[in-house]
């Protein structure tokens, strides 16, 4: 079976290259993309989606679902639009039942890669205050201690910068907006998320020697929420076995660490 699912929208002429990061008989992890919705958006039902791509291809019997003998295929969890990286798909009604239970539970242990604004003083903290959507702004979410729900997010300091850090991030629970939200409740907002009071990543702020060339307009290294599903484990619905899905880092972080390491090298990384 290949392991790149290719997914056209005709509606937009868009084209994506998914990648498989593990499969078995019940269990499909893919790597997400950026600037693609894992579930269709509400408030723009026209607008393509993951799910919906997949489910129209095993429709049509697309090869790549038709070599596979697939049915079913339904998501386990959600990733927001602009974060890439790990989604667990179940190819069964029964072992998503089995996966929603997992994630319920706390059971299922995933790790974000966050690039944010700021240094932390502390290696490791952790954030555990209810979340509970925005009163006033559509699809935005904020600590209520309240109203909200529990949420719960482990953080630890993978590499510091000058003015910038990159975190490892472990949500105990799985509320929207979780790792967005309380980054931005505790003063650290992730680069390029606009939305929770993130900035854009500029080179022209971190190379001494900058120069734009006349006419032309300086395109950011972060320009959008850099927020990556880096790991996922948990023990296999059907099995018993630990099952682990990593994605690599996508291609706006990896560029983005190489030039914070060469302009803006901190403090030494926390010991993980």
């Given amino acids: 079976m290949t392991n790149v699912i290719k997914l056209s929208s005709p509606a937009t002429r868009e084209f994506w290259e998914i990648a498989v990061l593990?499969?078995?008989?019940?269990?499909?992890?893919?790597?997400k993309p950026p600037l693609l919705p894992t579930s269709p958006d509400r408030y723009e039902m026209q607008r393509p989606s993951l799910i919906k791509l997949l489910?129209?291809?095993?429709?049509?019997?697309a090869p790549?679902?038709?070599?596979?003998?697939?049915t079913y295929l339904m998501n386990a969890h959600r990733l927001d639009f602009e974060t890439s990286g790990v989604l667990l798909l179940a190819k069964s009604k029964a072992v998503l039942i089995a996966l929603a239970n997992l994630f319920g539970s706390e059971q299922a242990n995933m790790s974000f890669l966050a690039?944010?604004?700021?240094?932390?003083?502390?290696?490791?903290?952790?954030?555990?205050?209810?979340?509970?959507p925005?009163?006033?702004?559509?699809?935005l979410f904020r600590v209520d201690e309240k109203q909200g729900k529990r949420a719960k997010t482990q953080f630890q300091i993978r590499e510091r910068f000058a003015g910038y850090t990159l975190l490892e991030c472990r949500p105990f629970t799985h509320r929207p907006h979780?790792?967005?939200?309380?980054?931005?409740h505790i003063g650290f907002p992730i680069l390029g998320d606009s939305s929770?009071?993130?900035?854009?990543?500029?080179?022209?702020?971190l190379k001494p020697s900058y120069r734009l060339k006349p006419k032309k307009t300086e395109r950011p290294l972060i320009c959008q929420t850099s927020l990556h599903a880096e790991q996922l484990s948990l023990l296999h619905p059907i099995t018993g076995a630990e099952f682990t899905a990593a994605a690599p880092w996508p291609k706006a972080l990896t560029v983005a660490i190489k030039y914070?390491?060469?302009?803006?090298?901190?403090?030494?990384?926390a010991a993980l």
């Fill in 55 to 61: 489910h129209s291809d095993i429709q049509r019997g």
């Fill in 64 to 70: 790549w679902a038709k070599g596979r003998g697939l």
């Fill in 134 to 139: 925005h009163p006033t702004i559509t699809g």
């Fill in 178 to 184: 979780q790792i967005r939200a309380h980054l931005c």
């Fill in 115 to 132: 690039l944010v604004q700021g240094t932390p003083r502390e290696d490791a903290m952790t954030v555990e205050a209810k979340l509970a």
């Fill in 22 to 31: 593990v499969e078995d008989d019940h269990l499909l992890a893919l790597d």
């Fill in 196 to 205: 929770y009071g993130g900035g854009a990543l500029l080179l022209s702020e």
């Fill in 260 to 269: 914070l390491r060469r302009y803006a090298a901190g403090l030494p990384s």
